[in-house]
Nanobody
């Protein structure tokens, strides 16, 4: 099991940037693929990005604007969000994959979840 704690959310104007962090403890972090999901009010949770040893994968809606990275020495995964839009407003969740390789969009493939951090983008 992996314990996850997100931070870095907040209120930002459209076009602005934020960096989310997710601190992990428990299972060997370097052997776990990590992902970010988000959930807006009244909508289902959706995939944002994920990362394994080969690199990152992204939802089409954020590709080119968001960047996922990890620091295994600090047991932390990051999500840098640039050119934010009001449609990016959601609670953002960090998740740990069940495997070291899965970096896809199926939330059922992620075993552990953080409590979420709110991102609000004003127009």
């Amino acid at each position: 099991q992996v314990q996850l704690v997100e931070s870095g959310g907040g209120l930002v104007q459209a076009g602005g940037s934020l960096r989310l962090s997710c601190a992990a403890s428990g299972r060997t972090f370097s052997r776990v693929a990590m992902g970010w999901f988000r959930q807006a009010p009244g909508k289902e949770r959706e995939f944002v990005a994920a990362i394994n040893f080969r690199g990152g994968s992204y939802a089409d809606s954020v590709n080119g604007r968001f960047t996922i990275s990890r620091d295994n020495a600090k047991n932390t995964v990051y999500l840098v969000m640039n050119n934010l839009k009001p449609d990016d407003t959601a609670v953002y969740y960090c998740a740990a994959s069940r495997t070291w390789w899965y970096r896809g969009s199926d939330p059922n493939e992620y075993a552990d979840w953080g409590q979420g951090t709110q991102v609000t983008v004003s127009s």
